[in-house]
């Protein structure tokens, strides 16, 4: 099992995924703000600190860089072939970090989108179009990945 991104890829998407006001994340704002959804940014009294937060709605959402947050079985989260014990263990931790902050807020009363970078990446509309009616509807959770059905509860 090699590492299957290259390295300037690799550089590219840890310089691009870390940290507030990514490239899929400025995605999710520019269309929800076009479409008449009004959010806030990155609430910290919130868990998590969602990147956006629907207060009317009751709804925040999270975009996820499927590298930074190991999404299961995505070709964008293979672990890089140096130092692998090191990301392991880092990835793990955000995972772990992830799982608490979803509890959390869902227990707070809280409806949840969680949007992956790949699905912004492969098929954006239909990514964006499920985000929005998940936004507009009454469904307690929503998740948008690139080749995985929209699941909504
Ligand atoms: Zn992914």
Redesign the pocket.
Known sequence: MGDIVDSAVRSRMMSGIKGKNTKPELQVRQYLHRHGFRYSLHRRDLPGRPDLTLAKRGAVVFVHG?FWHS?VG?R??AVPATRPEFWKQKLGANVERDRRNLEDIRKAGWRVAIV???ALRGSPGAALAGLANFLKSRAAFAEF??DQEPKME
Do not use: R
Request: with cysteine.
């Open positions: 499927c999404h995505c964008l989260a992956w970078e790949c990945a690139l």
